[in-house]
């Protein structure tokens, strides 16, 4: 005999305590005929990540970006303020903590993921207006520009001329490495007074030749992007990581855009 249940959701229920009447399910010819008719479950019944929903976060967190972007590029125009500047430090450091943050958990976080959306979009906002004070129009070339790297990159993703490779990725971390002490050590320099110009060592000539690679170097990371949604889809990865594909993305191409703020700033003074 059956142990009974001590939860009474159990023990009330005929089903688990033992006194319902099994009963041998029957169907139909038109039952079988609706069922074979009926439409294959999509990713969203299965809740599997596919690339529209990948997209549909991408557009989403664009939203909240573009929303504060717009209150931070407001706060310091047409002159810059001291609270555009405010804007541009707490959005600066709330958003690289809740980067470093979001790229390293493990489960993708919704909120944490758009609250650095938010930020991110202040801090980007601000230091677009710091530009665009200086040089008339430049927000909408650099815009333009990451539009243009952006598709180009897709399109040669999607068609399969350019793909990740275990040797392409590891010169692309290498690169990454270096990029990162020579920032760093250009932010020192900078911060000490040992370089004036207002972009330390990236200046002239040498800091367009930089501007390129780096640019080189953002595309690369695009293609990683692309290949782990793809990787995501294909795998019938849950619906949630859709979120991470999205951060990811996110964070590529503002570094991408800032980038080339940067390149065409240099190239115009």
């Known amino acids: 005999m059956a142990a009974s249940s001590s939860n009474p959701a159990f023990a009330r229920n005929p089903v688990f305590n033992g006194k319902a009447v099994a009963q041998t399910p029957t169907m139909t010819a038109d039952g079988l005929q609706q069922l074979y008719e009926r439409p294959a479950a999509g ?33 310091n125009w047409p002159v810059p303020t001291v609270l555009g500047l405010g804007l541009m430090i707490v959005g600066v450091l709330v958003g690289f903590v809740l980067g470093l943050v979001n790229a390293f958990k493990r489960e993708p976080s919704v909120p944490l993921i758009l609250a650095y959306a938010a930020f991110e979009g202040l801090a980007i906002g601000a ?71 207002p972009f330390g060592l990236r200046s002239g000539w040498i800091g367009l030749v930089i501007g390129v690679v780096v640019v080189i170097m953002a595309a690369y990371s695009l293609v990683l992007d692309f290949d782990m949604i793809q990787r995501g889809v294909k795998s019938g990865a849950p619906r949630k990581y859709g ?27």
């Open 127 to 197: 230091i677009s207006s710091f530009f665009e004070y200086q040089w008339s129009g430049i927000v909408i070339q650099a815009v333009l520009a990451t539009v243009a790297v952006f598709g180009v990159t897709l399109a040669l993703f999607a068609s399969g001329k350019i793909r990740a490779s275990k040797r392409a990725t590891k010169v692309f971390l290498i690169a990454m490495v270096g990029y990162g002490v020579f920032s760093l050590l250009n932010l020192v320099l900078m911060l000490t007074g040992v370089v004036t110009d």
């Open 43 to 75: 990713p969203a019944e299965t809740d599997r990540m596919s690339y529209d929903d990948v997209i549909m976060k991408t557009a989403g967190l664009f939203a909240i970006f573009l929303v504060t972007g717009v209150i931070g590029f407001l706060a």
């Open 243 to 269: 979120w991470t594909g999205a951060f990811g993305l996110m964070t590529t191409i503002v570094w991408l855009y800032l980038e080339l703020l940067r390149m065409i700033a240099i190239f115009r003074n």
